[in-house]
């Protein structure tokens, strides 16, 4: 019976989209001593790249490393160091790789600048060749005349 | 004839950034603290917890800070290298045991040899963290005014040895 499909129809649909609303699991959120301090070290954590496991930053690794990097940040901060004075304290002995996101300076200019140059490269190689092509004769583009005959 | 001298001068360009790209080791992260002094450090010894071992003991020698560890696979490849090096009295080995029991620390050195004239005990990796260290083994070439002149990341190897770490030595004790 059409109306009894219908609401077979709709109850499954309905269903379907329940799923669309999953269920995140995440890690149990750490029971730390100062809340507080917590926070600011994850946002701090979240700017520096793990050494170990290289694509991932202190906030997410589990490295050892990681682990020991973050205590340190906590103990920075509660000592009353500042933002600055920490990823400071970090490039000193790390470099500057340690920052997640590469400072802006000479030596990253071109890791910066060459995305965006490239693709103007690209943008103007396109320009000129379409240009070019505008100006063929229109038998340039029929299959059976050889390109050297059509070019002239 | 330009049509395919472009392309071609372009490919022939990624390749050569392609050949330079795959002769760097992107795992390696170079050192901000070369040329810079070595970090204050003071902490006991691995084999005698009274005795301190402080940075400013070391002024006045060109020495070696190995980084190792009992639970290091990697440091193992190394070490036979370095008890045969410290044999030859080029310039004294200080290891650094890197966050171990010193239980551990103590049997490995029983157990694989102990080329280091004496070795630090950084349990939690604070001495590790301002040397920048970020995986053992590492080894630093450190000079008479207590400057950071070299280091070098992952097991020692002979042609490395060879070729930087013995002529920096021998450059160092001359200086």
């Not at chain 1, 701090?44 to 990681?66: P, Y």
């Not at chain 2, 795959?22 to 970090?39: C, G, H, Q, W, Y």
Request: aromatic share 8%.
């Amino acid at each position: 019976m059409p109306k009894l499909e219908r609401l077979l129809h709709g109850l499954l649909a309905a269903l379907l989209c329940l799923t669309l609303v999953s269920a995140q699991a995440s890690e149990a959120p750490v029971v730390a001593a100062n809340p507080e301090i917590e926070a600011r070290m994850m946002v701090l954590a979240a700017e520096l790249r793990c050494l170990v496991c290289q694509n991932q930053t202190i906030a997410d690794s589990h490295a050892g490393l990681a682990e020991d990097l973050r205590q340190q940040i906590r103990e920075m901060l509660a000592k009353g160091m500042s933002e600055r004075q920490i990823l400071d304290y970090m490039t000193e002995r790390y470099g500057d790789f340690v920052l997640y996101r590469p400072p802006f300076k000479p030596s990253t200019l071109l890791l910066w600048v060459g995305p965006g140059l490239l693709l103007l490269l690209a943008l103007g190689t396109l320009w000129r060749v379409l240009q070019r092509r505008q100006r063929l004769a229109p038998e340039a583009f029929d299959p059976d005349t050889p390109d050297e005959d059509a070019a002239r | 004839m330009n049509r395919f001298l472009l392309p071609l001068g372009a490919f022939l360009l990624l390749a050569l950034f392609l050949a330079l790209g795959l002769r760097l080791n992107p795992r390696e992260v170079p050192s901000p603290l070369i040329d810079k002094p070595a970090p204050s450090f003071q902490t006991s010894s691995l084999a005698r917890p009274e005795a301190l071992i402080r940075r400013e003991d070391m002024l006045g020698k060109v020495w070696m800070l190995n980084v190792w560890a009992s639970w290091c696979a990697a440091c193992r490849d190394e070490h036979a290298l370095l008890v045969d090096f410290s044999r030859r009295g080029v310039a004294p080995i200080y290891g650094l045991n890197y966050k171990d029991k010193r239980e551990d620390g103590l049997g490995w050195l029983n157990r694989f040899g102990n080329p280091y004239t004496d070795t630090l005990f950084d349990p939690d990796g604070r001495i590790g963290i301002d040397y920048g260290v970020y995986g053992v083994p590492e080894t630093f070439v450190i000079d008479r005014a207590g400057v950071i002149r070299y280091k070098h990341i992952g097991p020692v190897t002979p042609e490395v040895l060879r070729d930087k770490i013995e002529p920096l030595l021998r450059k160092l004790a001359n200086a």
